[in-house]
C-alpha cells in the first residue's frame, strides 16, 4: 500500500500541474478568451489572482469560508476529483486511491493557509507566490510541491530568496539537498524571472 500511496502522490502532483494550466488558467486562443472546459473554475481562479494581485498575496475568500463562491467552487471541484480519482483507483491500488483524497484535502490546506498566511508561504512554498505574484503568471504550476514545474520545465524563480531548499520542496539535511540541486541544475534547471519574456497576466 505504501508504494502505491507514493505513486499517487506523484500522479495527483502531475494532475494538480495539468489542472492548474489547461483548466484553470485555460489553452490560449489568438483572438479569443482562453478555453477551458471548465470555464466556472477558470473565471473563479482568474478572480483569485486578481485578487491576490490587489493585496499581496492574501486571498479573504478563504476567511469567508464556503459562503464565498470561489472558495466553495475549489471545495466542491477538489470533491469531485478526489471522489473519481479515488473510485478509479481502489480497485487497481488502496494506495493510489488514500493519496487522491490525501492531495486532494493537502491541497485545500496548503493553498487556503498560504493566502491566509503570506509570510509563512513564502517560506513554505514560494514556487506557489511566484506564480502569483511573478512578472509571468503562466508558469510554477504547482501547488504543494514543485516537482512537475522541474520535471516540465515551468519553475521560474523571480529571486533567490523564493528559491527552494531543493527541488522536490521538502527540508532535507544540506548535503542531500546539494546533491538534488546538481542534478536537477543538470537536468531540470529552473529558470529565472530575468531570462524570459513576460507573458499576460490575465485574461
Known amino acids: 500500500m505504501l508504494k502505491g500511496f507514493l505513486v499517487g502522490l506523484v500522479v495527483a502532483n502531475g494532475f494538480e500541474w495539468v489542472a492548474h494550466k489547461y483548466v484553470l488558467h485555460g489553452t490560449h486562443r489568438t483572438g479569443k478568451p482562453r478555453y477551458s472546459p471548465v470555464p466556472d473554475s477558470m473565471k473563479s481562479h482568474w478572480e483569485h489572482h486578481r485578487e491576490v494581485r490587489k493585496t499581496t498575496f492574501l486571498d479573504h475568500g478563504y ?103 531543493n527541488p522536490l520542496g521538502i527540508a532535507l539535511p544540506q548535503s542531500v539537498s546539494k546533491i538534488l540541486n546538481s542534478v536537477a541544475s543538470s537536468y531540470f534547471p529552473a529558470k529565472w524571472v530575468s531570462k524570459v519574456p513576460q507573458l499576460e497576466t490575465h485574461m
Open 63 to 165: 476567511v469567508e469560508g464556503i459562503s464565498n463562491w470561489r472558495t466553495k467552487n475549489e471545495i466542491m471541484s477538489l470533491a469531485v476529483v478526489a471522489t473519481v480519482a479515488g473510485g478509479l483507483f481502489y480497485p487497481v491500488s488502496k494506495g493510489m486511491a488514500a493519496a487522491a483524497v490525501y492531495s486532494a484535502c493537502n491541497y485545500y490546506y496548503i493553498h487556503r493557509r498560504a493566502h491566509l498566511e503570506p509570510e509563512w508561504a513564502m517560506k513554505k512554498i514560494p514556487w506557489h507566490y511566484d506564480h502569483h505574484m511573478n512578472s509571468n503568471q503562466d508558469a510554477n504550476w504547482c501547488v504543494t510541491k514543485p516537482w512537475f514545474d522541474y520535471i516540465l520545465g515551468t519553475r521560474v524563480i523571480s529571486s533567490e530568496d523564493l528559491q527552494e531548499q
